[in-house]
């Protein structure tokens, strides 16, 4: 019910945007995150938006380089990510929350999109 797209083979500090397309039943009131997860990795949290895009969370290793938003008339989410390093290669999830917040907690999430891989090279 999540379709995550946008992700490719990009060189270090490049950009590049990712984009989430949900249901309205899965995406327009609800919090929504990024998170990826690297070869060999855990998934990690990397950027989450309330419902209505007024409050947003970053990882610290994104901060400033990486832009969550949202648009509730098209159920879409973005990752627009800018200065990409090596170490952001990962395939990216998009999720929508159970509740309306936004959140950086993993377990909070309980629509998970398919993935999509970004590879940044040097």
């Known amino acids: 019910q999540l379709q995550a797209s946008g992700g490719g083979l990009v060189q270090a500090g490049d950009s590049l945007r990712l984009s989430c397309t949900g249901s309205r039943r899965t995406s327009s009131n609800n919090g929504m995150g990024w998170f990826r997860q690297a070869p060999g990795k855990g998934r990690e949290f990397v950027a989450a938006?309330?419902?209505?895009?007024?409050?947003?969370y970053y990882a610290d290793s994104v901060k400033g380089r990486f832009t969550i938003s949202r648009d509730r008339t098209k159920n879409t989410l973005y990752l627009q990510m800018s200065s990409l390093k090596v170490e952001d290669t990962a395939v990216y999830y998009c999720?929508?929350?159970?509740?309306?917040?936004?959140?950086?907690?993993?377990?909070?999430?309980?629509?998970w999109g398919q993935g999509t891989l970004v590879t940044v090279s040097s």
């Open positions: 999720a929508a929350a159970r509740r309306s917040l936004a959140s950086t907690y993993f377990a909070e999430y309980n629509y």
């Open positions: 938006i309330n419902w209505n895009g007024g409050t947003t």
